[in-house]
């Protein structure tokens, strides 16, 4: 008989996050780890995961204390209301009277909050000490971009068993780094000696970002090709030295998508369902969303090729690629269907358009998240030029969904569209390489020279409908990682040496 193979324990995982479907979001880091956390609790571990509780999440039900904590000089009052979600996991939502309940996560259009670096300074203590006193302490600690990057910062400076925990940082976007004035280390009560080279100092300002990077056991980020690309000096935004340092212990994890909320065949927000096998729902979800912005909906207008995108509309999303091709996309007979918000000059820039070409642009500024489904679904081509692109969750949602994306081949976009192949006609999307108007609608122009001969067209799209996208992959991943990480520290341990973040 052969032996039983043992599998390893459960593990305890405490995450720190500033934004999580189904609570709060303005990006891809929401939907990862609202699909992450319960992905890893039905694998049996056990999640937690401290999130601020902000204005637009309203009151939840759920278990309420509050807690006094100390940030530098100030104590604050964190009310603490714990949700649990389903077996396995749950939200420990952070409330604190002046810090969280505004309008907007992060800014507003006036810039960031100018108290951001108290607001999720005060999520990362809170987060600690909930793993300090709640029942036993986490086998590890995974943090999320900037904005808890100071939980391994202060993992490293605590006493006592808090200081023998391990912490995995991921990077959902290198550009954000969390960067503040020195004197918040004393607002925030950090030490001196931390304002320096090895530590958090980046350009006379703090970063929060680099806190991470510096402190954390191990650093993921998003997708492998964007693991590679932040190690030079084009994408490393300053920071490509200090990865390079610490590049044995940082490895790229591709993101999945949540496939029952990204779901063709039951997405609420469509008319009607479809499949690979029965189209007929997307043909309606086309009408629809062209109605939906007021455009025509008539025979030649249905058959006309339709291009959407999702997007911030800021700088890395090549926003400026569309700036500067407007004669050669004015010139396609095609119609737009775009809902964004960000920067103000790129937000004129879309209405601009629509006014100028009502019958063939639409635009809707702001998020919208049933907008979002219907654009992924009734669009027939999904563009995506992206400047860098950590992992990019569109394209796969696009995907998924029939719609055949045009993207830039970086980061995550490089890592999960396959060019179309005209001689074997295999492939799942169109791609380009140089960061240029011109290679960008020369890709479109492909695209819709493609899209012209119905059969081959309908080959590429069951070729991304037909693709795995789902968390489970990815979330084994981390787990191997959250286990290196608790290796790592034991090996240290039994060495006799405290783990060093450089
Ligand atoms: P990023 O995190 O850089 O914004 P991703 O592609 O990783 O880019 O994720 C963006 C997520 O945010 C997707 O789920 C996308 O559908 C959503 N999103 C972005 N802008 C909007 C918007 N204006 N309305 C609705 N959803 C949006």
Redo the contacts with the bound molecule.
């Keep these: 008989m052969a032996a039983a193979v043992e599998s390893p324990p459960p593990l305890s995982v405490l995450m720190v996050a500033s934004e999580a479907q189904p609570y709060a979001?303005?990006?891809?880091?929401a939907?990862v780890v609202g699909a992450l956390a319960p992905t890893l609790a039905r694998l049996g571990h056990q999640v937690t995961v401290v999130l601020p509780h902000y204005h637009e999440i309203g009151p939840q039900s759920g278990d309420t204390t509050t807690r006094t904590v100390r940030l530098g000089p100030r104590s604050f009052d964190a009310r603490l209301t714990v949700v649990a979600a389903e077996p396995g996991l749950r939200w420990v939502l952070v409330g604190c009277d002046g810090l969280y309940d505004r309008d907007g996560l992060y800014g507003d259009h006036a810039g960031d909050f100018a108290d951001n670096a108290t607001r999720f300074g005060l999520l990362a203590r809170v987060a600690l000490d909930w793993a300090e006193r709640s029942t036993g302490l986490p086998d590890v600690i995974h943090a999320h971009d900037w904005q808890a990057g100071l939980v391994p910062v202060w993992l490293h400076t605590a006493s006592g068993s808090l200081a023998e925990v391990p912490s995995l940082f991921t990077i959902?976007?290198l550009a954000y780094q969390g960067l503040f004035p020195t004197e918040s280390l004393d607002t925030l009560g950090l030490p001196r000696e931390l304002f320096s080279i090895d530590g958090l100092e980046f350009w006379g300002q703090i970063s929060f970002l680099k806190g991470g990077l510096v402190f954390a056991d191990g650093i993921t980020t998003v997708s492998r090709t964007y693991a590679r690309e932040i190690l030079g000096m084009e994408q490393g935004e300053g920071l490509d030295g200090l990865l390079r340092h610490r590049e044995a212990v940082l490895s790229g994890i591709p993101?999945g998508i949540d496939v029952e909320i990204w779901d063709p065949a039951r997405d609420r927000f469509l008319p009607r369902g479809y499949s690979a096998d029965d189209l007929s729902g997307k043909r309606a979800a086309k009408a629809e969303l062209l109605a939906r912005y007021g455009l025509p909906t008539d025979p030649p207008a249905l058959a006309r090729p339709l291009i959407g995108m999702?997007?911030?509309m800021v700088d890395?999303?090549g926003l400026d690629l569309i700036r500067d091709a407007k004669p050669r996309l004015d010139a396609l007979d095609a119609t737009f269907t775009i809902?964004?918000?960000g920067a103000d000059h790129y937000e004129e820039m879309w209405r601009a358009r629509a006014a100028e070409r009502p019958d063939r642009v639409g635009v809707v500024v702001?998020?919208?998240?049933s907008?979002?489904h219907l654009v992924e679904a009734g669009a027939d081509l999904f563009l995506m030029p992206s400047r860098y692109?950590?992992?990019?969750?569109?394209q796969m949602?696009s995907m998924r969904y029939g719609t055949v994306p045009v993207v830039r081949a970086t980061g995550g976009l490089a890592d999960t569209v396959t060019p179309y192949d005209a001689a074997s006609g295999s492939g799942t999307g169109f791609v380009f390489d140089a960061y240029s108007a011109d290679a960008m609608v020369d890709a479109i122009e492909a695209a819709l020279d493609v899209f012209r001969q119905p059969e081959r067209w309908r080959t590429i799209q069951r070729a991304g409908m037909r693709q795995d996208f789902s968390w489970d992959v990815s979330a084994a991943a981390y787990v191997q990682r959250y286990r290196d990480v608790i290796e790592r520290r034991q090996a240290a341990g039994t060495a006799g040496g405290a783990p060093q973040g450089v």
């Design positions: 979001k303005t990006g891809g880091l939907d959902h976007n993101n999702v997007s911030r890395q999303k809902v964004g918000s702001g998020f919208d998240e907008l979002a692109e950590p992992c990019g969750l569109n949602y």
